[in-house]
């Protein structure tokens, strides 16, 4: 297995990814964006490496993402433009290599889901071909949180106060994201996707952890997605808080497994 570090041609400059190639023909790829709140987060976090070495392992080519994190002087678009640039890159990388079309997917952790779901609607928004398919890890969709279920509500009451992702902790974390507090429904569609057009997004596994309170905002995605004629495969791992795929153990080997059934199963929602 080979893995090796890019610079992608990006609209602010240079753009890390690092490749991660199978043994032999890739069966399908990924380009995929870790998490971190927007602000925080790297190529050597578990999130985006273990991820990616797992799926190698089990012949998939992966595209880690490096997005500039926001922060002074960064905020949107330029992190939702890195993004872009890699998928674009990253899709091109993978038909060279051989994967089919239908089985470039792109996806994201956290963070990370929101930049690749909010990828998507500029792609679409702008002509371009979207992925064939979508993988999403308990995404921050919503600058509002949407109500959670009973049950995610409960997982959650059992946290300390500090890691509920509480209503005024999101409107800092996308007031970071924006480059400062936005009045609800003001900020770009791409920036907040859960409130967006959905029309024309392509199938979609929507993972979530189940004591998390930024579920409810992945849940309502799902419905959306749904409602707006996208096949959608949803799933909350059970026994696991936010960010679960940054922590290896037995729920992150869980998950990944079924990630690997979904990048299998997707080509036939795509047909």
Not at 121 to 138: D, K, S
Not at 161 to 186: F, I, K, N
Not at 227 to 256: I, K, M, Q, W, Y
């Amino acid at each position: 297995m080979i893995v090796h570090d890019e610079r992608v041609p990006g609209p602010h400059g240079d753009v890390d990814v690092r490749v991660y190639e199978p043994v032999g023909a890739p069966a399908a790829a990924l380009v995929w964006a870790h998490g971190g709140a927007f602000v925080a987060g790297d190529l050597e976090m578990p999130e985006s490496d273990a991820v990616a070495r797992r799926l190698q392992e089990n012949g998939v080519l992966v595209v880690a993402v490096g997005y500039r994190l926001a922060g002074p002087g960064t905020c949107y678009p330029v992190p939702s433009d890195d993004v872009l640039a890699a998928w674009r890159w990253g899709r091109e990388f993978a038909l060279a290599a051989g994967v089919r079309p239908e089985l470039v997917q792109l996806g994201g952790a956290s963070a990370g889901g929101n930049l690749a779901a909010g990828a998507v609607l500029r792609l679409l928004a702008g002509g371009e071909q979207p992925p064939a398919a979508v993988f999403l890890a308990y995404p921050t969709l919503h600058d509002v949180p949407p109500e959670p279920s009973p049950a995610a509500a409960a997982a959650v009451a059992g946290l300390p106060e500090g890691q509920r992702w509480g209503a005024a902790d999101v409107a800092a974390m996308y007031a970071g994201y924006l480059g400062g507090p936005a009045e609800p429904g003001s900020a770009p569609a791409a920036a907040v996707p859960g409130t967006a057009d959905l029309t024309g997004f392509p199938p979609t596994f929507v993972l979530t952890s189940e004591a998390d309170g930024l579920r409810g905002s992945a849940d309502e995605f799902a419905r959306r997605l749904v409602l707006a004629g996208t096949p959608v495969f949803s799933c909350c791992e059970p026994g696991t808080e936010h960010g679960h795929l940054n922590r290896p153990g037995p729920r992150f080997d869980a998950s990944l497994r079924r990630v690997l059934r979904w990048i299998a199963s997707a080509p036939d929602l795509t047909a």
